[in-house]
């Protein structure tokens, strides 16, 4: 993921972006003369190095410690990461850690691969842009992916989807990749065995003996088309772990987390890599009309089944207020009147409210509301527009739409289950 200064605010709705003149260029030369990069004084080169090694070092501490506890099966979403294995014995702390490195630097290799892919375009284009920060966090995956800052302001349309698109490609190549390299060097089921020793009387036939029909199996994680499709073509059957047991193969998981986070960062909103693709595919003006439309639809099925009219006093009174306020935090700027982003806010609810009391069964994922206030009140919802606004060659808007066929392919509603 990458984003660009700060002259474009994040938040700010379309037809407010700071322009470089009172009056449009009348030709491309003319914009081209009244465009400026800009220009930062550069922190020492010793502490850039310090700052980027150290996040990256942190990570892969983090992440690794992800690995260990991930692949055990006891991983739950919100569960900080298990310092508690450097009490172990030395030997079993060594067969803990190499489990959980087979996940880290894996991952982290995909994600390395897709910010350079990034950083390299964007020097290509002459954008000057930062290294990678790599993100950690102690819990979950032990990381939150990591990111490059644009420094300079981006000149065209083109560059905009060159510069978004090269990550997710890029990485997308290293994850299919090291699924092929997952799904073709499956070890025997021995290995499966050595984490749950009861399955081992029932062969390869366990499955139908130790889940149940309601058997949820603890933390799952969903197995997206491409992953389902990549499984189907280059696994042995005999040696495929049910789903709920995947967690147990790190390098599987490792390449499903990727296609998660290509995903992620293919979503068509503001400063994502999606939304730079759809902004390069459509251009300004037809964009900043349908993405209140797809960021509207995603906060609908993110909330949806959170309330129902059949719902107790309590779930209201304890509820219903701290939704209200997400509500309107997240709609308040995108429409150009606070009043209308209200009202629209207003209206999600009651389509929720309608649809859960019709269908109870029927239900979102809550998940999904912490990103809707991120792209809400800091990323943006809208995409600036460049001063150069030519539409894309033919070849650019195949690999473009290419992309949007990709993201379908990438994302699950629910990875997390």
Known sequence: MSFPPNTFPPSEPAGSEIVTSSTEPATLREAQAAFRRYERPAAAVWRTWAVHLGLLLVTVFTTTLAGVRLTSAQMMPLEFLPLEIFQWPPALLRAELTRGLWFALPFLGVLTVHEFGHYFVARYHRVRTTLPYYIPFPLGLGTFGAIIRIKDKIFS????????????????????????????HLPPLDYLFSFHPDYAPY?????????GPDTAGGFVLARPL????LEHALADPARLPHPNELLHYPVLVAGLMALFFTALNLLPLG??????????????????????????????????????????????????????????????????RPRQGLLLGAAVWAAQLACATAWPTLTGNPGWLLMGLIVGRFIG?????????????????????????????????????
């Open 271 to 336: 400063q994502f890599d999606g939304g730079h693709i759809l902004y390069g595919l459509l251009g300004f003006r037809r964009y900043n009309r349908l993405v209140p439309l797809l960021f509207t639809g995603f906060i609908f099925y993110a909330g949806l089944g959170l309330f129902s009219l059949r719902d107790g006093w309590q779930t209201w009174l304890y509820g219903g207020l701290p939704y209200a306020g997400y509500l309107a935090l997240v709609f308040w700027r995108m429409l150009p």
């Open 226 to 229: 491409l992953y389902q499709g």
């Open 203 to 211: 062969g390869a036939d366990y499955a139908r003996y130790v889940y």
């Open 381 to 417: 919802v809208y995409h600036p527009q460049a001063p150069d606004e030519r539409p894309l060659s033919a070849g650019r808007q195949v690999l473009g739409w290419l992309m949007v066929v990709i993201f379908v392919l990438c994302f699950t509603p629910s990875p997390f289950q």
């Open 157 to 184: 349309r083109r560059e905009f989807f060159d510069i978004g698109i090269a990550g997710p490609l890029a990485g997308l190549v290293v994850a299919v990749l090291l699924l092929g390299y997952g799904f073709t």
